[in-house]
Nanobody
Framework: QVQLVESGGGLVQAGGSLRLSCAAS????????MGWYRQAPGKLRELVAT???????RYADSVKGRFTISRDNAKNTVYLQMNSLKPEDTAVYYC?????????WGQGTQVTVSS
C-alpha cells in the first residue's frame, strides 16, 4: 500500500503565495509521474501540473508562469509552488502519483484565495 500525505494548503489573499507538499510512503518501488490536480465546487477535477521522474513538466494553461512543480526523488516528495494566486485558484488540491501503472491519490488539501 502507498500513503500520500499532503500539506501546505490554507487561506491566502489574491496575489499571495502558497507551497504544497506531498510525501509518498509505503510499498514504493519506483514512482513514475507525480502531479497535482484540483477540484473546485461544482466542477470536475482538473490537472494542474505533472512532473516525470526525469523532471519533464506539464502545466495547465491557467497556471503557466505562476505555478512551479518540482520533486525530490530521494524523499519521494512532490511540491507545488503557487505564486500570484487568484480567487479562481480556490479548490481542493490533490496529489497523485503513478507507480508502475497504478495511480494513487492523496486526501486533498484546501486552498482558498480571497479577493
Amino acid at each position: 500500500q502507498v500513503q500520500l500525505v499532503e500539506s501546505g494548503g490554507g487561506l491566502v489573499q489574491a496575489g499571495g503565495s502558497l507551497r504544497l507538499s506531498c510525501a509518498a510512503s509505503g510499498n514504493i518501488f519506483s514512482i513514475n509521474t507525480m502531479g497535482w490536480y484540483r477540484q473546485a465546487p461544482g466542477k470536475l477535477r482538473e490537472l494542474v501540473a505533472t512532473i516525470t521522474r526525469g523532471g519533464n513538466t506539464r502545466y495547465a494553461d491557467s497556471v503557466k508562469g505562476r505555478f512551479t512543480i518540482s520533486r525530490d526523488n530521494a524523499k519521494n516528495t512532490v511540491y507545488l509552488q503557487m505564486n500570484s494566486l487568484k480567487p479562481e485558484d480556490t479548490a481542493v488540491y490533490y496529489c497523485q502519483v503513478t507507480i508502475m501503472t497504478t495511480e494513487f491519490w492523496g486526501q486533498g488539501t484546501q486552498v482558498t484565495v480571497s479577493s
